[in-house]
């Protein structure tokens, strides 16, 4: 393995970017997360992890990284769409409105 852009190392069967792999504390900071948050992440299974040759440390490639920050992306899309449409019901004429009559 060779030494990376960001300082992560690249895999010798790389064919890109994306094989790049990151030492955790690297991933925590490219996600914009504390180490702490992401180790639960991968403590969850959430972001695939694998050791690296050391057979101590994790390691995470830049694709699993992309890749869950892309989920992350639509969920809080989703999210983010629900709560507008809550929010703001839709104003239709098949709407049932109620006729307020008001008696002076």
Do not use: K, N
């Not at 959430?46 to 050791?51: H, M, T």
């Not at 049932?96 to 008001?102: G, N, Y």
């Amino acid at each position: 393995m060779g030494a990376g852009p960001s300082g992560g190392r690249v895999r010798e069967d790389s064919g890109g970017d994306l094989d790049l792999d990151l030492h955790q504390l690297e991933a925590a900071v490219h996600l914009g997360m504390s180490p702490t948050s992401f180790a639960e992440l991968l403590d969850r299974g959430v972001v695939p992890s694998y050791l690296g040759r050391d057979g101590r440390h994790r390691r995470v490639t830049l694709a699993a990284l992309e890749a869950h920050r892309a989920d992350r992306f639509a969920l809080r899309q989703d999210l983010s769409q629900q709560a507008r449409a809550w929010r703001r019901p839709s104003r239709s004429p098949e709407s049932e409105t109620a006729d307020v009559v008001i008696v002076a």
